[in-house]
């Protein structure tokens, strides 16, 4: 099989997204698994507030006629058999579609958030779950400036959803949602069902690395926004002072938080920030912890931080919604708790000080939930069937 994979990349540095993670592990599996592929797409971080790109780049989020022409041409030269687009925000843009369909190859569409229901990409609104604007217009995202806080920004993000929805809806050939909590989000979008399909992110057999010396630690790695229960991390960790045994709460990420997250622990006991980390580095961090937390208060479409941390065997402490109860079995390699409810985090902390052999039997369950549900030739075996799908069957 010959795939070209479009991925606008989120970050041109040493610490990557987890999209663009996701979406590496995937190409490097594809090749290892002996299929043809190649990539082509711009760095997000390749645009400066000065630059002339920038300036237009409200009109070209919606049609980018450059990212166009160089797909066509790409197309052309390279003669795959299917085309794989993951994220296209804001370089790329749905003219890719287009450039596909005109040169005959069928497309296959990764949703790795909401971004095609919802402008904001969260079904959030102040903190809130929305999904007011899933299968409608967007104008209440205008009204709420929903894409980063900003009624600017937002504009021509709603205006690409209502410009290309036909074309979102009716080229590609296939749909890939991460969960079945996620296609369950977005089924008022309108997406053909025939051509929906739930395949998980691919999550590579990694070797463990030794557990580092020094107290035991449970971990937050990822993102420091709201959306991600930053927030709601920081109050469950004062609920608990002075755990038996010296636990300690390690955070590892980036984000706009962080000037409130930094200030915040240098008042508590106990707390390491060390921000963003390279993939090994965070895979190690997270391989030493007792558990990893996941409190988001957005509902997670997969939830790569919970499904890497079970891969090392170690349990999770995640939100009980979206994907995480998909991936996580409560009490048996990981516990559920409420978002937004800093004190059942914190009884999971505490318990975590005080019941290390139980957390680590729900460790050694969580590495054998891992070999079971997350087999990662299994995963590329799924996804070269999708494609095989969309060959089969092109819109």
């Given at each position: 099989?010959?795939?070209?994979?479009?991925?606008?990349?989120?970050?041109?540095?040493?610490t990557p997204s987890g999209e663009d993670r996701v979406v590496d592990v995937e190409v490097a599996a594809l090749r290892a698994a002996g299929h043809d592929v190649d990539t082509c797409g711009p760095h997000s971080g390749d645009l400066r507030p000065v630059s002339l790109r920038a300036a237009t780049l409200p009109a070209t989020v919606v049609w980018n006629p450059e990212s166009y022409l160089t797909v066509r041409r790409v197309l052309r030269r390279l003669g795959p058999d299917v085309v794989h687009v993951h994220n296209t925000f804001p370089l790329l843009t749905p003219s890719v579609l287009a450039a596909a369909g005109a040169e005959?190859?069928?497309v296959v569409v990764t949703l790795h958030n909401y971004g095609l229901g919802c402008p904001g990409g969260e079904l959030l609104r102040d903190?809130?779950?929305?999904?007011?604007?899933v299968g409608r217009s967007g104008l209440r995202a205008l009204r709420h400036a929903c894409f980063q806080h900003s009624r600017p920004k937002t504009v021509p993000v709603v205006?690409?959803?209502?410009?290309?929805?036909?074309a979102w809806s009716g080229r590609p050939s296939a749909y890939i949602f991460l969960s079945r909590a996620?296609?369950?989000?977005?089924?008022?979008?309108?997406?053909?069902?025939?051509r929906c399909f739930?395949?998980?992110?691919?999550?590579?057999d990694v070797p463990v690395p030794p557990a580092p010396d020094g107290p035991p630690y449970v971990a937050y790695l990822g993102r420091w926004v709201e959306a991600k229960g930053v927030d709601v991390l920081m109050r469950a960790w004062e609920q608990v002072p002075c755990l038996p045994g010296g636990l300690r709460l390690v955070i590892a990420g980036g984000g706009p938080l962080e000037p409130t997250l930094r200030a915040w622990a240098a008042t508590q006991r106990a707390v390491d920030v060390v921000?963003?980390?390279?993939?090994?580095?965070?895979?190690?961090?997270a391989?030493?912890?007792?558990?990893?937390?996941v409190p988001s208060t957005w509902r997670e479409p997969f939830g790569l931080v919970a499904v890497e941390a079970m891969a090392a065997g170690v349990p999770v402490i995640a939100s009980r919604h979206g994907a995480l109860p998909e991936l996580v079995n409560d009490g048996v390699d990981g516990v559920l708790c409420t978002p937004g409810r800093p004190g059942e985090l914190a009884a999971h902390l505490r318990s975590v000080a005080l019941d290390p052999d139980r957390w680590a039997a729900m460790g050694r369950a969580a590495r054998g939930t891992y070999l079971r549900a997350h087999d990662p030739a299994a995963n590329v075996e799924q996804l070269v069937g999708i494609y095989r799908y969309a060959v089969r069957h092109p819109a």
């Amino acid at each position: 099989m010959r795939v070209l994979v479009l991925h606008n990349r989120r970050r041109a540095t040493t610490t990557p997204s987890g999209e663009d993670r996701v979406v590496d592990v995937e190409v490097a599996a594809l090749r290892a698994a002996g299929h043809d592929v190649d990539t082509c797409g711009p760095h997000s971080g390749d645009l400066r507030p000065v630059s002339l790109r920038a300036a237009t780049l409200p009109a070209t989020v919606v049609w980018n006629p450059e990212s166009y022409l160089t797909v066509r041409r790409v197309l052309r030269r390279l003669g795959p058999d299917v085309v794989h687009v993951h994220n296209t925000f804001p370089l790329l843009t749905p003219s890719v579609l287009a450039a596909a369909g005109a040169e005959g190859v069928p497309v296959v569409v990764t949703l790795h958030n909401y971004g095609l229901g919802c402008p904001g990409g969260e079904l959030l609104r102040d903190g809130r779950y929305c999904n007011a604007c899933v299968g409608r217009s967007g104008l209440r995202a205008l009204r709420h400036a929903c894409f980063q806080h900003s009624r600017p920004k937002t504009v021509p993000v709603v205006a690409t959803q209502v410009v290309n929805r036909r074309a979102w809806s009716g080229r590609p050939s296939a749909y890939i949602f991460l969960s079945r909590a996620q296609r369950r989000e977005l089924a008022a979008a309108g997406f053909p069902r025939e051509r929906c399909f739930v395949k998980w992110n691919l999550v590579p057999d990694v070797p463990v690395p030794p557990a580092p010396d020094g107290p035991p630690y449970v971990a937050y790695l990822g993102r420091w926004v709201e959306a991600k229960g930053v927030d709601v991390l920081m109050r469950a960790w004062e609920q608990v002072p002075c755990l038996p045994g010296g636990l300690r709460l390690v955070i590892a990420g980036g984000g706009p938080l962080e000037p409130t997250l930094r200030a915040w622990a240098a008042t508590q006991r106990a707390v390491d920030v060390v921000g963003g980390l390279p993939p090994d580095q965070a895979r190690a961090l997270a391989a030493g912890a007792r558990a990893v937390v996941v409190p988001s208060t957005w509902r997670e479409p997969f939830g790569l931080v919970a499904v890497e941390a079970m891969a090392a065997g170690v349990p999770v402490i995640a939100s009980r919604h979206g994907a995480l109860p998909e991936l996580v079995n409560d009490g048996v390699d990981g516990v559920l708790c409420t978002p937004g409810r800093p004190g059942e985090l914190a009884a999971h902390l505490r318990s975590v000080a005080l019941d290390p052999d139980r957390w680590a039997a729900m460790g050694r369950a969580a590495r054998g939930t891992y070999l079971r549900a997350h087999d990662p030739a299994a995963n590329v075996e799924q996804l070269v069937g999708i494609y095989r799908y969309a060959v089969r069957h092109p819109a």
